[in-house]
């Protein structure tokens, strides 16, 4: 019975589920991309407003980027095993809701005022996002994998990671409008960073929530994969 089912999937014809799961999965790759790379435009903004040379220390700007690759690691270890013993659709929506409650604590990362409370603050969070980001990454290209057919799994799984560059491009593109409408409002004065730019960083880091938040729902009603 299972062969029988298996082998159904594998011929089936593309249908409309096959490009909503892309869609779907694809958000996750996108999230995941958006969170990753908006990070080193966010220390130099950073580095302008808690440091006196207007530059982080490439030793914090390495830990700092390092801390949610670190975290990617772990997470696709453990939320990939977990993955195979309960099932993708439970622990996809684990994995979402730690995006999106990370993403969250970047922004309310505590102590404003003192630099190295801010940073590890930062920090931990930043890590909690990438065990997040860990268990997605697997866990989208493996659900769509086994829910397309033979002849178009290999497209489909393209078309799910082609979205990275879209996150990598739409979280260049935010960070640039944000400090731009900052910039603008706060009209400070000529190579001094805004007062307000500490609550830039803070938005930018947060805005990451909101296409994981979106897709959660439609995450939740997708049926468990048959594999």
């Known amino acids: 019975m299972a062969l029988k089912v298996l082998s159904a999937l594998d011929t089936a014809k593309t249908q409309y589920y096959h490009f909503k799961a892309i869609i779907i999965a694809g958000m996750g790759l996108f999230t995941d991309a958006y969170d990753l790379f908006c990070i080193p435009p966010i220390m130099r903004l950073i580095g302008r407003i808690y440091y ?25 270890l453990v939320f990939g095993r977990l993955g195979d ?15 999106v409650m990370s993403s969250i604590g970047c922004g309310f990362s505590i102590c404003a005022s003192e630099r190295a409370c801010v940073l590890l603050s930062l920090g931990f969070f930043r890590f909690l996002l990438g065990v997040g980001i860990g268990g997605d990454y697997p866990l989208s290209a493996t659900i769509m994998s086994e829910f397309a057919n ?16 879209f996150g990598i491009l739409v979280s260049s593109t935010v960070t640039m409008v944000v400090c731009a409408i900052f910039d603008r409002v706060s009209n400070p004065p000529k190579g001094k960073a805004p007062e ?19 897709t959660f729902y439609w995450r939740m009603m997708m049926p468990e994969t048959a594999r």
């Open 150 to 165: 033979k002849r178009t799994r290999g497209g489909f799984i393209a078309a799910v990671f082609s979205m990275q560059g």
């Open 85 to 99: 013993q309960l099932g993708r659709r439970r622990v996809y929506g684990v994995a979402l809701i730690l995006m």
């Open 196 to 214: 307000v730019a500490d609550l830039a960083w803070r938005f930018i880091l947060m805005i990451g929530a909101i296409p994981a938040g979106m």
């Open 52 to 76: 006196d040379e207007h530059k982080v220390p490439p030793v914090v700007n390495s830990t700092m980027i390092g801390m949610a690759l670190l975290g990617t690691v772990i997470g696709q």
